[in-house]
């Protein structure tokens, strides 16, 4: 067994016991350098950063009474993060997770900040679209860094674990945002400066996290498997590795539909559901309800997907047809309920018409915002662990998580501007059904011809 401290790049951490064997580190340093450790405290950058994004996008018009300045932000953030994020997995390669992921998480206490000013100074709306836009670039950085590390630092039996720890830290983002948020202004019809200082502050703090996470060249898996770094090569090898990526792997393709729907909902439901028709309180206690079954969502599809009784492929058809049901399921349900209402049913600036807590009506509606937390959950933990079943290998999972957030981040700025534009709520719902089926149907031969029971040493290779 070689010494802890070693290091060879040629380690791929492959199944099959091909892959050199390190001894783990003990003591207190075993617990800092521990995969869990590392996922965890990553975990917690995305819980103070895009978690805390999340719920304040989640209250409908990011908390502004002016719904189209937020959409509008929100098409330029993602037009920016989907050119970024394709090129992400180069950078990431070239500057290691680590930098990447502190360089990509600045945009977020800058767009917060930019909330802040608009609540201040009504007519910043200016400066709110283009703190969008940049927020978009280091989104990119920082998701194709996050999904580096979370799906090379585990193996192969551990993907779906390591993921839902992950989702379920991020999304407590979420939950205390949301809580914060319906503390200050249960007794409210505008969202205060209170709420936004606060976020404010904690996404200050996650910025720093990345500067205590250990160096990736020094994790070793729980099988005492290296997790293989690049080797710094340059950029122009890094930007061509985009080609060899989908050359040496075009089935990843097939995902792209999956891919562009994945974000796609989100707009619909946060502005065409629970921003249209709640007022202010319901608004924040829905995404409280949503974030926190976001936690109970990626436990649930973690445990079907790492089920050892079951062979690989059989968890990855078993998660496809869960998905399949509850897309049906819960846009059914949504459809009876988007069919009674339009965007001129309840005035955007008039909370005193739309529907509070105490109401009859709101029990069902809340409970079907809960399933759509839980749904997301589910569908983006089923999309890392069929990226994470296609390698192991950091380098070439920096190139699909980047190809990831690029094509999620090209629909999502497409939906938010269609929204921006007035679009009708139906057309917006529709589209959102239609395209989740697509996205199953197309992943279907993938998971067939791609998913295999073990990773090959040979689906790890970049460059032949």
């Known amino acids: ?30 617990i800092y350098y521990h995969p ?9 950058v995305c819980f103070m950063c895009p978690g805390l994004f999340n719920a304040l ?111 379920a830290i991020f999304n407590l983002g979420g939950v205390v945002g949301a809580a914060v948020s319906l503390g200050q202004n249960i007794h409210s019809t505008v969202i205060g400066n209170g709420t936004y200082i606060g976020f404010l ?57 999956m891919f562009f729907a994945s974000n796609w909902f989100y707009t619909w439901q946060f502005s065409g559901f629970n921003g249209a028709i709640f007022n202010i309180r319901a608004r ?69 018409q739309k529907i509070d807590i105490y109401e009859p009506q709101y029990i069902g509606k809340a409970f079907l915002y809960v399933l759509f937390g839980v749904f997301d959950a589910m569908w983006q933990s089923s999309i890392y662990w069929l990226m994470g079943a296609m390698s192991n290998d950091p380098a070439k999972l920096a190139y699909f998580a980047g190809f990831y957030k690029a094509i999620q981040s090209a629909g999502n700025a497409g939906i938010w501007r269609a929204d921006a534009v007035l679009t009708p709520y139906m057309n917006m719902f529709l589209s959102t059904w239609i395209l989740l089926v697509a996205g199953l149907v197309f992943a279907l031969p993938m998971i067939y011809l791609r998913v295999k029971d073990h990773t090959e040493a040979a689906d790890e290779t970049m460059y032949a």
């Open 201 to 257: 502050v904690l996404t200050a703090i996650g910025i720093t996290l990345p500067l205590f996470m250990a160096d990736p060249k020094k994790m070793i898996r729980t099988d005492g498997t290296k997790v293989p770094i690049p080797l710094e090569p340059s950029w122009k090898t890094q930007i061509y590795g985009l080609w060899v990526a989908l050359r040496t792997d075009p089935l990843i393709i097939l995902l792209f539909p």
């Open 36 to 44: 869990i450790t590392q996922v965890s405290m990553l975990g917690f």
């Open 57 to 167: 996008t989640g209250l409908g018009g990011g908390g502004q009474v002016d719904s189209r300045t937020n959409s509008n932000s929100n098409a330029a953030l993602y037009s920016t993060f989907a050119v970024m994020a394709f090129f992400a997995g180069s950078v990431n390669n070239k500057l290691g997770s680590k930098l990447t992921l502190l360089l990509g998480s600045f945009g977020y206490c800058l767009f917060i900040g930019s909330y802040l000013a608009m609540n201040i100074h009504p007519d910043a709306g200016g400066f709110v679209i283009g703190a969008g836009a940049v927020l978009g670039i280091c989104a990119g950085l920082l998701w194709t860094a996050q999904g580096s590390i979370m799906l090379s630092y585990p193996t192969e039996a551990e993907k779906g674990r390591y993921i839902a720890i992950f989702w």
């Open 1 to 30: 067994m070689s010494d802890e401290k070693g290091y060879d790049t040629s380690d791929t951490g492959s199944h099959g016991g091909e892959a050199r064997v390190y001894e783990r580190y003990t003591g207190w340093k075993g």
């Open 284 to 352: 924040a206690l829905n995404n409280l309800l949503y974030w926190s079954s976001q936690i109970f969502g990626s436990i649930f599809m973690s445990f079907i997907l790492d089920l050892k009784r079951f062979r690989r492929r059989t968890r990855a058809f078993s998660s496809w047809i869960i998905l399949l049901l509850m897309t049906f399921v819960i846009h059914t349900w949504a459809y009876f309920y988007q069919k009674s209402y339009t965007r001129d049913t309840y005035p955007p600036n008039d909370d005193s």
